[in-house]
């Protein structure tokens, strides 16, 4: 591009123009009115092209200078963590790139037990005094027994140190139909069946300790933090 711009610069200097206007005028009317004999000139089209990428580099720029500057934010805030392959008797996947974490262990020689945990998908009122908000996690349990074709399921809500629980159901192997009747509301069960159903999910490492552990893996974050890099990567590539 330097090229072009002596070259640009030679016009200017060495043309009898009164104004760059003048200049592109007759570039648009008669290129031949403008040669010179030992100059040399470009053409109105390569003058558009690097105005256009002058344009494109600086925007570019721009947007790299505010990703790089939210990167920086988020380490300074909070020092990225190592990944996790374990959390008590299960076996974590982060999954990258996706919304949910997901956790798989066996229980009692004969039940396979899948959680699939949100990022923060939602915020309550907080319980202590002084707290506006905390954030919410949903929970998706999936315990089979002896490779069944049945599931039982819980749908969860974790919060920053509890798991309450807000559905229990039966589900087979394919997808629920519209009228598949999936129970009454958790809180009109009875109350003894309630805390029982709490004592059957700790058993199983489903407590309160869990939500700590989720809450602490902070998904959205990373997400975020993978969603930022990927972008800058993206941009930063060079035409080739």
């Keep these: 591009m330097a090229p072009i711009l002596r070259a640009l610069r030679r016009q200017f200097l060495s043309s009898s123009f009164s104004s760059s206007e003048t200049f592109i005028r007759c570039l648009q009317q008669s290129p031949v009115c403008l040669e010179k004999p030992g100059v040399t000139y470009v053409s109105l089209f390569q003058i558009r092209s690097y105005i256009s990428e002058l344009r494109r580099s600086a925007f570019e ?9 939210d990167i920086q934010y988020e380490l300074e805030r909070s020092p990225p963590q190592q990944p996790v392959t374990e959390f008590g008797s299960y076996i974590v996947e982060e999954r990258p790139g996706e919304r949910w974490i997901l956790l798989r262990r066996k229980f009692g020689g004969n039940e396979d037990i899948k959680i699939e945990a949100t990022m923060f998908d939602g915020s309550g009122p907080g319980k202590n005094s002084g707290e506006d908000i905390q954030l919410h996690i949903t929970l998706i349990l ?3 027994k002896d490779a069944g074709e049945s599931f039982l399921e819980f749908v969860c809500s974790a919060w920053p140190d509890s798991v309450e629980i807000e559905k229990v159901y039966m589900r087979g192997h394919d997808q629920m139909h519209a009228q598949t009747y999936m129970g009454p509301k958790f809180e009109d069960l ?4 309630q805390d029982m159903l709490y004592e059957f999910l700790d058993e199983r490492g489903i407590n309160d300790e869990l939500a700590v552990f989720l809450y602490m893996r902070k998904k ?7 969603w930022l890099t990927n972008i800058k990567t993206f941009i930063e590539k060079k035409v080739k």
Excluded: F, V, W
């Design 220 to 226: 959205d974050r990373m997400e975020y933090m993978r």
């Design 142 to 144: 999936s315990i089979s």
């Design 190 to 193: 009875d109350d003894k069946l």
């Design 61 to 69: 720029g721009n947007i790299l200078r505010l990703i790089r500057n």
